[in-house]
């Protein structure tokens, strides 16, 4: 009788972060489970990176009933009763809370500018010496920001 060949692997867990996993794989050593338990993680992770729900369903058959197929339908479902919703416009007004009142006061309109309006614009003259305070004050104002 052929032997079958074998090969170990070896890896390391964070003794803190990883004690749940550390205690798990303890009690999976102790039942002779570890190396399935490897094995089917890896078999479970490949073929959900793949999209693939068999090894899922292999394993945890109990979990099928959660994925429903038709996932398109249920969601037209729902976007046709979405729209079968009053729109909120059309929908009753908010119950008042009691002991408030709305108060009666007069609808706020913008101003609106039209192109006739004045507009003032005052020159004011600086020398250079102005125009150097002003330049440094500025620049000592950018350099207080970064």
Not at 65 to 89: C, D, Y
Request: hydrophobic share 40%; no cysteine; proline share 7%.
């Amino acid at each position: 009788m052929a032997s079958k060949r074998r090969k170990q692997f070896k890896f390391w867990l964070y003794q803190d972060e990883d004690r749940g996993m550390i205690e798990r794989i303890e009690r999976e050593k102790g039942a002779r489970r570890f190396s399935r338990a490897i094995r089917d993680g890896l078999r479970l992770f490949w073929s959900l990176e793949r999209g693939d729900l068999s090894v899922l369903f292999e394993l945890f058959p109990h979990l099928r009933h959660q994925f429903t197929p038709g996932g398109g339908e249920l969601i037209e479902q729902f976007q046709r009763m979405m729209m079968a919703q009053p729109t909120p416009a059309a929908a009753a007004p908010p119950p008042q809370l009691s002991g408030f009142k709305p108060m009666n006061v007069p609808k706020l309109v913008a101003p609106a500018l039209d192109d006739d309006d004045l507009v003032v614009v005052k020159r004011v003259e600086t020398s250079e010496d102005d125009a150097r305070q002003i330049t440094e004050n500025f620049m000592r104002s950018m350099s207080l920001l970064g």
